[in-house]
């Protein structure tokens, strides 16, 4: 209860220490019975309304143009994607239902990574309650990702100039597959993730460091394998920004994994990542990523704990990034 009530004393004022970005349509998606609680975006909007945070605090995305898309993706899988003709192979894979509302989400899951990391770059961290679709293809969707935003925002950042260096690391339960394959041999792009490897994706694409981990493996081994490399690889590797994956299914009442992650573990993994980067000024653009546990408050919970540890790391290590002013352009 303690805990609870010092996030409300923290949340409450317009004095917020970042920005948010969020739509409501991002749970407007009919998607069955399925697995994937799109809910919960919802719900983690409300639940910080509720502890305080103003309207104001939170930006609106809109759908990435198809020239963001293209960054990364294939004309021809954007062009079926569009007109809804894609194959019953690729729908399976997919393994969500789709439709023109989901095609909506996705562009405007894209639009809200982008504009994260733009605000991100423009004063030192944002949060996406969204995003972090990392096992889409360039030319094709898998396990619930229909449209890489991750990989589009990284590619917008260094074709924009905004950054020179971009490194994404992925905590979610599963590989980043997609990501890696289509950021794969860029060097001023540093992928790294942590994951669990008997699970999907059962092949797993070459990221720039890949850290596999087992089921069972809890809280100990996670974490001295993450501060192996954190901050190792942000003093190796220099980014101008980084895109964090904060996914919730590492924990260990999630129906998709094995991890066995506590809420203790999560946290403690959100302020290597997040805390590392902001003290070395790196700015930091949280997306939200996965997370399937049988209750939905769990994994609810979880995505606020991430957005505590952000706020207290920013209050701390406050200082925009040096050339931020570059990253304030129309979007």
């Known amino acids: 209860m303690g805990d609870f009530l010092n996030l409300i004393k923290v949340l409450v004022g317009k004095r917020f220490p970042f920005q948010l970005i969020y739509s409501n349509e991002y749970w ?12 919960k975006y919802r719900l983690v909007y409300e639940s ?9 605090n939170f930006l609106r995305p809109r759908p990435a ?14 062009k079926r994607i569009k007109s809804g003709s894609l194959s019953h192979a690729e729908l399976r894979t ?33 949060v996406h309650i969204g995003g ?9 969707g898998e396990g619930f990702c229909l449209l890489n935003d991750v990989a589009v925002a990284a590619r917008k950042m260094i074709g924009e100039k905004l950054a020179e260096r971009v ?47 087992w089921a069972g493996d809890g ?35 999630d129906q998709l994994g094995g991890l066995s992650l506590t809420r203790t573990g999560l946290k403690e993994r959100d302020k290597v990542v997040i805390e590392n980067a902001r003290r070395l000024g790196i700015p930091v653009a949280v997306v939200l990523a996965g997370g399937y546990a049988l209750e939905i408050k769990d994994t609810v919970d979880i995505h606020l704990n991430t957005v505590r540890i952000a706020q207290r790391v920013q209050r ?10 570059a990253a304030r352009r129309p979007v």
């Open 219 to 253: 809280d100990a081994k996670y974490l001295a394998e993450l501060r192996a490399h954190i901050p190792k690889i942000y003093k190796e590797f220099r980014p101008n920004l980084v895109l964090y994956l904060a996914g919730a299914d590492p924990y260990e009442k």
């Open 28 to 39: 407007m998606v009919e998607t069955g019975k399925h697995v994937f609680p799109l809910q």
């Open 316 to 325: 701390v290590y406050p200082e925009p990034p040096p050339g931020a002013a």
């Open 65 to 78: 143009p198809d020239e963001d898309i293209l960054l990364v993706h294939t004309a021809r899988y954007l």
């Open 48 to 56: 910080l309304l509720a502890m305080g945070a103003k309207k104001e």
């Open 94 to 126: 997919l393994e969500i239902r789709f439709s023109p509302e989901l095609v909506r989400f996705a562009l405007l899951s894209v639009g809200g990574t982008v504009l994260a990391a733009r605000k991100a770059l423009e004063c030192g961290l944002a």
């Open 167 to 213: 490194m994404v690391v992925d905590c979610d339960l599963h590989q980043g597959n997609g990501t890696a394959a289509a950021l794969a041999g860029r060097e001023d792009i540093f992928t790294l993730s942590i994951h669990q490897m008997d699970i999907y994706p059962m092949e797993k694409a070459l990221s720039t460091v890949d850290i596999g981990l």
């Open 132 to 140: 972090g679709f990392h096992h889409a293809f360039p030319d094709h």
